[in-house]
């Protein structure tokens, strides 16, 4: 079930949050599990079990975790094992289709011995897993386990941040799950407009500059101005459906009660690339970093084992964004800057104007390529897309199709760019220092407006408007 469904936002949605607030508060954390597994079973039924399997699984063995002596080799086995665990789990459903898919192309001898598999990959199983297996290391280093299943379950099930997270840790969210949560109507009216800030972000500007972009990227004859327009209305698409739902998920968090942290903080107008993760994705950023990169011995190692852990890191980070070799080979070119980076230690070299302002732009040139490796189906057809971008196709500068397109969406792109940016994050904050009868006005004028752009949304979708999320099979 998505955000943007009718039946989310015209039933589940009403029911879940109607029933929650007549119930005490140990009955709301059940209702709100009952209703995750509901959700999640919506779409595909038999997925549901999976989860179930996950929380079952997750809780048995981080309770025996907790049991064992701390220091000793066997509780260091068992976290192994659970995480061994999650990670075969993870894998079949998500990667073997492309492991056998590759060893049937690599090595034609064992097409006969090794059928090509058909396992169809259950929705947000790379979120809850993370968020598992995140469980249970903080076990292993000392967190109390949870005994109350419910309160695990519901930790891991979740569905704000079900499907598309953010990837919430267990110790940020269990205080809130065990302790009453008292809901201000400040806090739901904030909540409430954080929701329709991020549908409308998803559906008014991600579907629409979408229509672009999968016109560009499904043209195999590419002029020079259409390869460019496409790949920066896919870079706006990429960044407004998934921080629009990112929105979506914080404003029902705290429309229940929950604080989840942001997970994004406006990646495109960073100076350097290793700034843009620390702005793109920040829960999976922060993820990777404390449960990866810090065990692995950080940057507090010498200049070869620091390439290896930075190597590691950035290839882990490819293989979690799909089983394709188009994210494998974007996780490790990201990985090569961010190494250069860091080896060069660029960020405090970049004193001069001049020098910032290149790398920066330079830095921006980096995420939109990449952008085009990530959405491109093969290898083969991100090649033939660069080619085209630098003219090697010889199809042209301008075509009839860039201008059509340039022309009718161009408006668009600027409120896209404009909106990537702080700029109304800053305009806020002016109007709220201006004093209380503005900041009202100001934050009343904005929900009007939020409003009617949820109604024009809306439309889209009682017309059927196609509107699945980027991330939605990650």
């Not at 979740?158 to 809901?183: C, S």
């Not at 843009?276 to 507090?300: A, C, E, K, M, T």
């Not at 009007?448 to 439309?459: E, P, R, Y």
């Amino acid at each position: 079930m998505l955000f943007t469904s009718l039946e989310f936002l015209l039933v589940f949605f009403p029911i879940a949050l109607g029933v929650y607030y007549i119930l005490p508060h140990k009955a709301r954390n059940y209702w709100l599990l009952l209703a995750s597994l509901f959700f999640y079973a919506w779409g595909e039924p038999a997925f549901v079990f999976g989860l179930m399997f996950s929380i079952l699984f997750n809780y048995l063995l981080a309770l025996r975790i907790d049991e064992m002596p701390v220091g000793g080799k066997g509780r260091k086995w068992m976290l192994a094992f659970t995480i061994a665990g999650n990670v075969v789990f993870l894998g079949i459903f998500k990667y073997m289709n492309f492991i056998t898919e590759n060893l049937r192309a690599f090595f034609p001898s064992l097409q006969t011995s090794v059928p090509q598999t058909e396992i169809f990959l259950p929705v947000g199983i790379s979120f809850f897993t993370f968020s598992a297996i995140s469980y249970v290391v903080d076990v292993y280093r000392g967190v109390p386990a949870q005994k109350n299943i419910g309160y695990l379950g519901l930790y891991i099930a979740l569905f704000p941040k079900l499907l598309i997270g953010p990837i919430v840790r267990y110790t940020d969210i269990i205080e809130q799950i065990k302790t009453e949560r008292h809901i201000t109507m400040g806090g739901f009216s904030d909540g409430f407009l954080r929701f329709l800030y991020g549908f409308n972000k998803k559906m008014l500007l991600a579907n629409t500059l979408a229509e672009v972009a999968d016109k560009a990227f499904a043209t195999s004859e590419l002029s020079v101005g259409m390869a460019w327009l496409g790949a920066i209305c896919y870079t706006l698409q990429i960044y407004f459906d998934f921080s629009g739902y990112s929105d979506m998920a914080i404003g029902l968090g705290k429309m229940f009660g929950f604080t989840f942290k942001e997970n994004f903080n406006y990646p495109y107008i960073s100076k350097t690339v290793g700034e843009f993760w620390q702005r793109w994705h920040i829960s999976l950023g922060s993820w990777f970093r404390d449960y990866v990169y810090i065990p692995l011995g950080g940057s507090r190692v010498n200049k070869s084992r620091l390439v290896l852990n930075l190597f590691i890191v950035w290839l882990l980070t490819g293989i979690w964004h799909g089983a394709n070799w188009t994210f494998i080979v974007w996780g490790i070119l990201y990985g090569v800057l961010i190494t250069i980076e860091k080896l060069l230690n660029l960020p405090s070299k970049l004193s001069k104007q001049k020098s910032a302002v290149f790398y920066q732009t330079f830095t921006m040139l980096a995420v939109v390529c990449g952008w085009v490796l990530f959405r491109s189906e093969h290898l083969s057809g991100a090649v033939l897309y660069f080619k085209a971008m630098i003219g090697l196709e010889e199809n042209g500068f301008l075509d009839p199709t860039f201008l059509f397109n340039f022309r009718e969406y161009f408006i668009l792109i600027v409120i896209g760019i404009i909106f990537s940016t702080p700029i109304f994050r800053w305009l806020t904050e002016k109007m709220q220092g201006r004093g209380e009868k503005i900041g009202t006005i100001y934050y009343t004028g904005c929900y009007a407006i939020q409003i009617v752009l949820f109604l024009v949304s809306m439309s889209f979708i009682v017309m059927n408007y196609h509107n699945p999320p980027v991330y939605f099979n990650f």
